[in-house]
């Protein structure tokens, strides 16, 4: 990567992005397709990822935008960034492993929620169970999750001993499964060597995540602030063009199973983006350039 700022127009794409991104949501909404008809729970899921990860860029645009200008919004506060683009990056790799085995993926993926629910309302009960002003709320909990547990499929003997509920995996997990198939194993460990580790480092703030959030904020950053100004202009815009890039990595993927015909807006909008990134060439040439 170059230090040189890229020079580009957010005009460019920003409306077909929006456009493409509302379009999927509302035909997972309005038209569902029938493979995910038949899976219990896989619609409102996928619709779900989607919404979330469209509000989250919506909420990194707002942060890193240059207009309307805002005089609140410090270009600081671009160091806040890479934990929300995680979560992008997080809903990628969720929809990518999801599709490798609709259904039974759906399956574990909430039975695992719920095995994650259980151990929250045990732990709360084992400590808030002689109080009576916490009585109504954990029967409440109680009662909820005995109707998600027979929803979900989770049997009786698997509720009596939660941990036989296996964990939905965490992306570095995701790309080891030995049921993925090789296609999507090799894309998800692409993702997760050149995406994944750095901003989970700047997330956890591990030595290398520190360095580059706090960096610019040390009173050493002012000795040159010419140079501090252009590294957080740099950050700024990586991790902008970064976002855009997930999220329509996340609806090109949903086009790729459905064939709503939004796969040529896409195309634009990767055109313009992969000219503006080395990182959106990257994924767009090995994986979309041949399935949208």
């Given at each position: 990567?170059?230090?040189?700022?890229?020079e580009f127009?957010f005009?460019?794409?920003?409306?077909?992005l929006?456009?493409?991104?509302?379009?999927t949501?509302?035909?997972?909404?309005r038209e569902?397709?029938?493979?995910?008809?038949?899976?219990?729970g896989?619609?409102?899921?996928?619709?779900s990822?989607l919404?979330?990860?469209e509000?989250?860029?919506?909420?990194?645009?707002?942060?890193?935008?240059?207009?309307p200008?805002e005089?609140?919004?410090?270009l600081?506060?671009?160091l806040?960034?890479p934990p929300?683009t995680?979560t992008?990056?997080?809903?990628?790799?969720?929809?990518?492993?999801a599709f490798?085995?609709?259904?039974g993926?759906i399956?574990?993926?909430?039975?695992?929620?719920?095995?994650?629910?259980?151990?929250?309302?045990?732990?709360?009960?084992?400590?808030y169970?002689?109080?009576e002003?916490w009585?109504?709320?954990l029967a409440?909990?109680?009662?909820?999750?005995?109707t998600?547990?027979?929803?979900?499929?989770?049997?009786?003997?698997?509720a009596?001993?939660?941990v036989?509920?296996p964990?939905?995996p965490?992306?570095?997990?995701?790309?080891e499964f030995?049921?993925l198939?090789?296609?999507r194993?090799?894309?998800?460990?692409f993702?997760?060597?050149w995406?994944?580790?750095e901003?989970s480092?700047?997330?956890h703030l591990s030595a290398?995540g520190?360095?580059?959030?706090?960096?610019p904020?040390?009173?050493m950053?002012?000795?040159?602030?010419?140079?501090?100004?252009?590294r957080?202009?740099?950050?700024?815009?990586?991790m902008?063009v970064i976002?855009?890039?997930?999220?329509?990595?996340c609806?090109?993927?949903?086009?790729?199973?459905f064939?709503f015909?939004?796969g040529?807006?896409?195309r634009?909008?990767?055109?313009?983006?992969?000219?503006?990134?080395l990182?959106?060439r990257?994924?767009?040439?090995?994986?979309?350039?041949?399935c949208?």
């Amino acid at each position: 990567m170059t230090d040189e700022l890229p020079e580009f127009s957010f005009d460019l794409f920003r409306e077909q992005l929006n456009e493409v991104v509302l379009t999927t949501i509302n035909k997972i909404d309005r038209e569902t397709p029938p493979r995910l008809q038949g899976v219990p729970g896989a619609a409102v899921m996928l619709e779900s990822l989607l919404r979330s990860a469209e509000m989250t860029y919506r909420t990194i645009r707002y942060i890193v935008a240059d207009v309307p200008p805002e005089p609140a919004r410090k270009l600081e506060f671009a160091l806040s960034v890479p934990p929300l683009t995680r979560t992008l990056l997080d809903t990628l790799f969720t929809i990518v492993f999801a599709f490798d085995d609709l259904p039974g993926r759906i399956r574990w993926y909430y039975k695992s929620g719920w095995r994650e629910a259980m151990r929250t309302h045990r732990r709360l009960e084992g400590r808030y169970a002689a109080d009576e002003r916490w009585t109504r709320w954990l029967a409440e909990s109680g009662a909820h999750l005995e109707t998600t547990r027979k929803n979900w499929g989770i049997t009786e003997d698997e509720a009596s001993a939660a941990v036989k509920v296996p964990w939905w995996p965490n992306p570095g997990k995701m790309a080891e499964f030995k049921g993925l198939s090789t296609e999507r194993r090799d894309y998800l460990t692409f993702l997760n060597d050149w995406f994944y580790r750095e901003l989970s480092a700047q997330s956890h703030l591990s030595a290398p995540g520190l360095i580059y959030r706090a960096t610019p904020l040390l009173p050493m950053a002012y000795d040159d602030p010419e140079e501090r100004q252009r590294r957080l202009m740099r950050q700024k815009s990586d991790m902008f063009v970064i976002a855009a890039t997930l999220l329509l990595a996340c609806v090109s993927e949903v086009e790729c199973e459905f064939r709503f015909g939004t796969g040529e807006r896409m195309r634009y909008v990767w055109g313009i983006l992969m000219h503006i990134h080395l990182q959106a060439r990257d994924l767009y040439e090995r994986r979309y350039d041949q399935c949208l």
